[in-house]
């Protein structure tokens, strides 16, 4: 079977947003650093597909939908659609864009003007883009309404939000994203906010629309169950990037991140039967201005190794982790032996721990090691000597995977090496 024409081609896509530092620091043009929101993405979306974008919150997920529509400038990188880059349009060329490419918002009731009645929310973009026939308009609208099933039309057509539920709502959402005749819809949690009754019902007319107008979609969630539902394609995000992405039979089928494994384990069963403890990946995710080194997910990784790229960070929340279990006298006696931990602050593979004396130090590593001997920080230790009143711990140098070829999937992971020649990312 010949494999569907690319629609859309990001290339090295890139959204990082300015923090904002103190005043100081702003009068004296010092760098607060920036938000690695959405960080070197390559990715293609077929004609005719579902791509599902798959992670947790601050993944970056809504951030890449809202770039496809240059509602998020890009930082770098391309956004190929019909020839043209998306990211070198003015402002007036993307409002043309919009005709081809529409959003559908995380929640109806925020996403629709509380004094426009249904048909003149779903009319206005006709409006906008030059369609000066009220009667022509109104038949687009009767139609784009039909066609998400509310009908009889008349019966809505003078409603305003407020008196609709919110199926009804996300319907009158979905018909305004229509009525343009777009190619590509980027729906955003386009049913978390709905109860669950209505959930599967707005996903399969969303799927009705993708047959009938022969639609694209970019479908951002982290429901796996709706993207195992929807979806022809998942990519999985974590920390700004794609870590993984593959047909979704073979996401689910043979995960090869840990990440996507979480995910899954994590995932909720319906049936009672085949409950199992949840397996949620540990900690939280990590800060996207200061990223951690190597591979962003080896903090929360069980299955991480040497080149994962540890650092001095990782060792200070080792130590904070430890400190939890002692008693208040324990916790006096090491935290005095060790010192500040300020310095385990910074991204380093190199550090000195300790002021009590190099073997207080040690004594108090070793005592660590033996309570969690399987804790994956210890296969990225290279080496501990004595520095001083302490000691220093030595780090193996960090790899950042790039995606790779891995069976059926591409994924960003020092397990997996390369086993194809060239860049398939897109894939």
């Given at each position: 079977?010949?494999?569907?024409?690319?629609?859309?081609?990001?290339?090295?896509?890139?959204?990082?947003?300015?923090?904002?530092?103190?005043?100081?620091?702003?009068?004296?043009?010092?760098?607060?650093?920036?938000?690695?929101?959405?960080?070197?993405?390559?990715?293609?979306?077929?004609?005719?597909?579902?791509?599902?974008?798959?992670?947790?919150?601050?993944?970056?997920?809504?951030?890449?939908?809202?770039?496809?529509?240059?509602?998020?400038?890009?930082?770098?990188?391309?956004?190929?659609?019909?020839?043209a880059d998306l990211t070198s349009m003015s402002r007036s060329e993307l409002r043309a864009l919009r005709q081809s490419i529409q959003m559908v918002f995380q929640d109806p009731s925020a996403a629709l003007n509380p004094s426009m009645t249904v048909a003149e929310a779903v009319g206005d973009a006709l409006r906008v883009h030059g369609m000066k026939s009220s009667v022509e308009r109104r038949e687009r609208v009767v139609e784009a309404l039909e066609r998400v099933g509310l009908s009889p039309v008349q019966l809505f057509l003078d409603k305003y939000p407020r008196d609709l539920s919110g199926g009804q709502k996300q319907r009158v959402v979905l018909a305004r994203a229509i009525v343009m005749g777009p190619r590509v819809l980027?729906?955003?949690?386009?049913?978390?906010?709905?109860?669950?009754?209505?959930?599967?019902?707005?996903?399969?007319?969303?799927?009705?629309?993708?047959?009938?107008?022969?639609?694209?979609?970019?479908?951002?969630?982290?429901?796996?169950?709706?993207?195992?539902?929807?979806?022809?394609?998942?990519?999985?995000?974590?920390?700004?990037?794609?870590?993984?992405?593959?047909?979704?039979?073979?996401?689910?089928?043979?995960?090869?991140?840990?990440?996507?494994?979480?995910?899954?384990?994590?995932?909720?069963d319906p049936d009672p039967a085949r409950a199992v403890a949840k397996d949620l990946p540990r900690g939280e995710v990590p800060d996207a201005a200061v990223p951690p080194l190597g591979c962003s997910f080896h903090p929360r990784c069980p299955e991480a190794v040497a080149q994962c790229g540890w650092e001095a960070r990782d060792l200070r929340t080792l130590l904070e982790t430890h400190w939890t279990r002692r008693t208040p006298e324990e916790y006096d006696a090491e935290s005095a032996a060790v010192g500040s931990l300020d310095a385990l602050a910074r991204p380093d593979t190199s550090v000195h721990v300790g002021r009590g004396g190099a073997d207080a130090v040690r004594s108090i590593l070793d005592r660590i090691r033996d309570e969690e001997p399987d804790e994956p920080l210890w296969r990225g230790v290279a080496d501990v000597t004595d520095d001083g009143a302490g000691v220093r711990v030595d780090f193996h140098p960090g790899v950042d995977p790039a995606l790779r070829r891995a069976g059926g999937v591409d994924v960003a992971c020092v397990l997996y090496p390369d086993d194809s020649p060239d860049d398939s990312a897109g894939g």
């Open positions: 079977m010949p494999t569907k024409p690319d629609l859309i081609d990001v290339r090295d896509l890139s959204v990082h947003f300015g923090l904002r530092g103190g005043t100081l620091g702003r009068l004296v043009g010092r760098d607060a650093g920036v938000v690695r929101a959405v960080d070197g993405i390559s990715v293609t979306l077929r004609e005719g597909e579902v791509l599902g974008l798959v992670g947790e919150s601050g993944s970056g997920k809504s951030t890449f939908g809202r770039a496809l529509l240059g509602l998020a400038p890009a930082t770098s990188g391309t956004i190929g659609f019909d020839g980027v729906a955003d949690e386009p049913i978390s906010m709905l109860d669950m009754s209505v959930r599967a019902k707005i996903l399969q007319l969303m799927l009705d629309l993708k047959q009938d107008l022969g639609l694209s979609y970019v479908y951002i969630t982290h429901d796996l169950a709706s993207a195992k539902f929807f979806c022809d394609r998942i990519a999985i995000m974590y920390l700004g990037r794609i870590v993984e992405i593959g047909d979704t039979e073979e996401i689910f089928a043979n995960p090869r991140h840990p990440y996507t494994k979480a995910l899954l384990r994590a995932a909720p």
